[in-house]
């Protein structure tokens, strides 16, 4: 099936769904726009998206998904805003736009990730579309999957070896908390918005997620170095200027490629389990693969 549409819709309704919550104005109105700026700037919503499309599996309503699918995007996009400070990664340019601190200051770059952040927490605890019950066991896995155990962690692996050359597990261990958790976060999220996930139903998803999680850093680490900068929307080749650890600069491109077949294929056997309603997922981890930015 062709799926794009109902990306299209997925991403159309989340970023509706975010327009009303920063619709406030308040006394801290520098910052509210520097944290607007970060979560509209083009980004490809695959999370939210994520999130939809596991509680439409499972016969959710999206309006049980609605504060799960914006609570990831604040997540995923304070993490850019701080990934591109200099002190981290030190990037002018993020989708095509002057990154946050350039466009706005550092110090309300810092601010708006720290707002963004909590934001995310706030939708959670405030949603009055699931029990109470099932708003606190999604907190507990956002908390989990975006804290040292998870996102954070995998960015202070990345951080402490730029310029060592590590081990194939090491680089695999380290995007699996980079860029995995949070993705396997959002098809928790989205199963458990459903209210109606069974473990199988959980454990599926679990490894189709580990799977398309994976791929996606994977495939970020191939375009980094046959892409431009003006189709990355950002510097093309700075894992290489930055010395990081890659996929192609430990197997090289070849076994890079190999690696992303794999995981793609992983993807698919893993949620053979649903039939043909897992048509839009079997689409997403092809479009994971394919995507040229």
């Not at 340019?93 to 909590?118: N, V, W, Y």
């Not at 692996?157 to 680089?171: F, K, P, R, T, V």
Request: with cysteine; net charge negative; aromatic share 6%.
């Amino acid at each position: 099936m062709d799926a794009k549409p109902l990306l299209q819709q997925y991403q159309q309704r989340v970023e509706q769904q975010l327009k009303t919550v920063l619709s406030l104005s308040g006394d801290a109105e520098k910052v509210r726009q520097a944290m607007q700026y970060s979560l509209f700037n083009g980004g490809k919503r695959v999370r939210p998206v994520l999130v939809y499309m596991a509680n439409q599996l499972l016969g959710g309503s999206l309006a049980q998904a609605d504060a799960a699918a914006c609570a990831i995007e604040c997540i995923h996009s304070y993490s850019l805003v701080h990934d591109d400070l200099p002190a981290m990664d030190d990037d002018e340019l993020r989708r095509g736009k002057p990154t946050c601190h350039i466009a706005f200051d550092e110090a309300t770059a810092i601010l708006a990730g720290d707002g963004l952040q909590a934001l995310a927490f706030e939708l959670l605890a405030t949603d009055t579309a699931l029990p109470a019950e099932t708003c606190l066991k999604m907190i507990r896995i956002l908390a989990r999957d975006s804290g040292y155990r998870g996102m954070v962690g995998g960015q202070s692996i990345d951080l402490c070896n730029e310029g060592q050359q590590i081990s194939a597990g090491q680089l695999e261990l380290m995007h699996r908390y980079k860029t995995g958790a949070l993705i396997s976060a959002s098809i928790e999220l989205g199963a458990l918005s459903s209210n109606q996930a069974s473990d199988n139903d959980l454990q599926a998803l679990n490894n189709y997620s580990r799977a398309i999680g994976l791929a996606f850093q994977v495939k970020d680490d191939i375009l980094d170095i046959e892409s431009n900068t003006e189709t990355l929307g950002k510097p093309q080749g700075s894992d290489l200027l930055l010395e990081k650890s890659t996929y192609p600069a430990l197997l090289g491109m070849a076994g890079a490629k190999e690696k992303l077949a794999l995981l793609n294929e992983q993807a698919h056997t893993s949620i053979d389990y649903f039939k043909d309603a897992a048509a839009p997922l079997h689409w997403l981890a092809d479009y994971i693969v394919e995507r040229q930015y």
